[in-house]
């Protein structure tokens, strides 16, 4: 795995997202998330937070939106890329629109 830089903007707006948002259930699971994305470990599952599978996949967009890590070459943007695919949904053309 590569190890990822993450912009300290990056991350203060994802925590402002995650202060915003109103249902603790939902906000519960933001936080998780947020915290699987940067740390790694087990990704969290929506349900066991009491939100539905449509409010999961809307937190892990605007996460993944926000959370684009910073590539110091593009070695290591394939290689978070494969990862990621692995473990979420595609993110190529959200990427692809930074870079």
Do not use: C
């Amino acid at each position: 795995m590569v190890e990822i830089k993450w912009a300290k903007d990056k991350i203060m707006k994802a925590e402002k997202y995650v202060s915003k948002i109103r249902n603790e259930g939902k906000r519960k699971y933001a936080e998780a998330y947020m915290k699987y994305v940067i740390e790694g470990g087990k990704s969290p599952n929506g349900l066991s937070f009491g939100i539905s599978t449509m409010a999961a996949q809307a937190v892990r967009m605007e996460l993944g939106d926000i959370l684009i890590p910073d590539f110091d070459d593009t070695k290591e943007r394939d290689a978070y890329m494969k990862w990621y695919d692995s473990k979420h949904e595609s993110i190529l053309n959200k990427i692809e629109k930074y870079l």
